[in-house]
């Protein structure tokens, strides 16, 4: 399997689309947000706590369905793939603090939307 490269990168968000075969490898923060656009996804991760016990440490797999949301609760490596054979794409928003309010998933459906837009745009 390849490790996918994200198409949009920025300090707010990352999206990005996985073909068939294809996995993401990213180390997270907590809290940051993971958003199904398009498709299921496959979550894997560690206990982070518990990186001491190397390959002993049961791996925490998450099925994501599109249109949900995942947080994550601690910071550490997550392997992101499609739970299918078809392609998947997902938007990634780090959590921050916020002094105006807004919550990270509010942000990550922003995101989420303005993507949605740019797809429609396209397809006309």
Do not use: Y
Not at 68 to 75: A, G, H, I, L, N
Not at 87 to 94: G, L, N, S, T, Y
Not at 112 to 118: D, P, Y
Request: glycine share 6%.
């Amino acid at each position: 399997m390849s490790a996918c490269q994200s198409r949009f990168g920025s300090a707010r968000g990352t999206a990005a689309r996985l073909t068939a075969g294809q996995m993401a490898v990213h180390d997270l923060r907590a809290r940051t947000s993971i958003v199904a656009v398009e498709g299921d996804l496959q979550l894997a991760f560690r206990d982070h706590s518990l990186a001491w016990l190397g390959d002993a440490v049961p791996v925490t797999s998450i099925t994501l369905h599109e249109g949900e949301c995942f947080v994550t609760p601690q910071r550490g490596v997550v392997s992101i793939s499609a739970a299918q054979a078809n392609a998947a794409a997902f938007v990634m928003q780090p959590w921050r603090a916020r002094k105006d309010g807004r919550s990270p998933i509010r942000e990550a459906l922003r995101h989420l939307a303005s993507l949605v837009k740019t797809r429609l745009r396209r397809a006309v």
